[in-house]
């Protein structure tokens, strides 16, 4: 990145060219000189990359009590978030050794209460305490079903013991298999699940779910069928049950595949009666809150557990959808290969806590994981274990 500013040579200013790189320079080497420098910069430049660099440079130096006057005089009316977090992260860093820098940090904190500082905070303070752990517990080694409701069944398996999860909830009442009161009868029973899930799974690793909006079927034609986006609400679960939002993948369905809502509009072309065919379902990609990076997850293994050269480069997955005569929704396998591919490690243990026919468990036997797998539905458990390849708890 390069601009222009201009340096104090004596009595006037010249402009100069200068780069990232160069005010990096500038906070590497600890001067008076170059705090100086730097000071008179920020006042000068404009642009905001650069000015975020002269902060962060301005950190690095020494004379903390001058440090400590300019974050002072300027954080509270920088007018942009990205300067007030560096300007943070110097009182986190130097507030270490000192307290004024310490209760200045408290005082940013408190003043902005905004969700990166709060995290910023969580996450320095827990590297204080905590040094580079890479031994985890195995706790199963065996393929797992649980009979029953997930809310109960999951209590029987020990806190922090899965690396995946990876599921297709019924979506509301829209198959045989489901039939929930009302609308927010299934969003607190899909809560209770995902705090069952929250606990089992370790700290860092990903809970994926895999939903798309259902409409209730009108009863009929003097009245309007409601039209449920699930996934906006599974966010909001999900966030309360203790994750955060990472990505979301789009599964994309041939055309051919899905229900045809054309028809209505066709005919009229009238505006307000179009209705799209949706060949779409959301992979919501969600993180367990924890306050390290997604590094010490992975430093968990070694190089040896890398992929091989082949990768879906974008969010958008085409995939058709599969079908099977036992159960009325499916995931098809190729889906489960690039869940299981790209958000765990052979020999994980991964759970599907709405198992349905067990394709998830089938692929996750095949790619060498230990699947964990919870099904209510004594017809469907049989269906999973035909091959009496699971462990029943
Ligand atoms: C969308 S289907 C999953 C299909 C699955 N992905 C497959 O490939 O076959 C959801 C499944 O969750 C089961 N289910 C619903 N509520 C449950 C609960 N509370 N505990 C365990 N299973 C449940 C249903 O019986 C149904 O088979």
Not at 340 to 369: C, H, N, Q, W
């Amino acid at each position: 990145m390069e601009g222009q500013l201009y340096l104090d040579f004596g009595e006037e200013f010249r402009p100069v060219n200068y780069t990232v790189a160069q005010i990096k320079n500038l906070g590497l080497i600890r001067s008076d000189e170059n705090l100086k420098t730097l000071l008179k910069l920020y006042d000068e430049v404009t642009d905001i990359d650069i000015k975020r660099e002269i902060v962060s440079s301005i950190g690095r130096q020494t004379d903390n009590e001058n440090i400590l006057k300019f974050i002072h005089e300027n954080v509270f009316n920088c007018g942009f978030m990205e300067l007030v977090y560096q300007m943070y992260r110097t009182c986190l860093y130097k507030g270490k050794n000192c307290a004024e820098f310490a209760q200045l940090g408290e005082e940013i904190k408190n003043y902005f209460d905004n969700e990166v500082l709060n995290k910023m905070y969580d996450y320095f303070s827990y590297r204080q305490n905590h040094v580079g752990k890479k031994i985890r517990e195995k706790f199963y080694s065996k393929p797992i079903l649980l009979r029953g409701n997930n809310v109960e069944t999951l209590q029987k398996i020990e806190e922090n013991s899965v690396q995946l999860i990876f599921t297709s909830p019924p979506y509301y009442n829209a198959k045989i298999y489901s039939d929930y009161h009302s609308y927010k009868d299934y969003l607190d029973d899909m809560y209770k699940t995902l705090q069952a899930c929250h606990k089992v799974l370790e700290d860092g690793r990903f809970i994926i779910i895999n939903v798309s909006p259902v409409i209730s079927k009108r009863p009929g034609r003097e009245f309007e069928s409601v039209r449920y986006p699930i996934h906006f609400d599974f966010h909001n679960l999900l966030t309360r049950a203790g994750f955060y939002f990472v990505d979301e993948i789009q599964w994309i369905k041939p055309e051919s595949s899905v229900k045809n809502r054309n028809g209505g509009y066709q005919q009229t072309k009238m505006p307000l009666s179009y209705k799209p065919n949706c060949i779409n379902e959301s992979i919501m990609v969600y993180r367990k809150n924890c306050n390290f990076l997604l590094d010490k997850n992975i430093a968990m293994y070694d190089k040896s557990f890398a992929n091989d050269e082949n990768f879906e480069s974008s969010n958008c997955w085409y995939i058709a959808p599969a079908s099977n005569k036992n159960h009325p929704a499916v995931f098809p396998k190729e889906l489960c290969r690039r869940i299981l591919k790209y958000y765990s490690f052979r020999g994980d243990v991964v759970l599907d806590p709405f198992a349905g026919s067990g394709t998830f468990g089938e692929v996750a036997i095949e790619m060498e994981r230990t699947p964990i797998l919870c099904e209510q539905n004594e017809i469907y458990c049989d269906l999973i274990n035909k091959g009496n390849v699971y462990v029943q708890l």
